[in-house]
């Protein structure tokens, strides 16, 4: 279940996000892997922060937008895609 009613609105807030996930500042225990999902209960998109039982560990609801192209990101990571 998600409590946090702020949704990650742009693809610059979904990286912040990944990369507070990967530095560990989040402070989550056995954190395995980042997936993109929608609910079961009403379809509404989201980004998944999973442990390495694939168990929910964090999830924040992301737009469509973000769903729509922020797909390569969560695959293959920020430094992945990013350019600097």
Do not use: C
């Amino acid at each position: 279940m998600i409590n946090d009613p702020k949704v990650i609105e742009t693809l610059a807030e979904l990286e912040a996000f990944l990369l507070s996930v990967e530095s560990g500042s989040l402070g989550l225990n056995d954190a395995a892997g980042v997936a993109l999902a929608t609910s079961n209960a009403d379809g509404r998109p989201f980004v998944a922060v999973l442990d390495s039982q694939h168990q929910l560990l964090l999830g924040r609801w992301v737009s469509q937008t973000v769903y729509d192209n922020g797909k390569e990101m969560v695959r293959n990571g920020v430094k992945a895609v990013t350019k600097h």
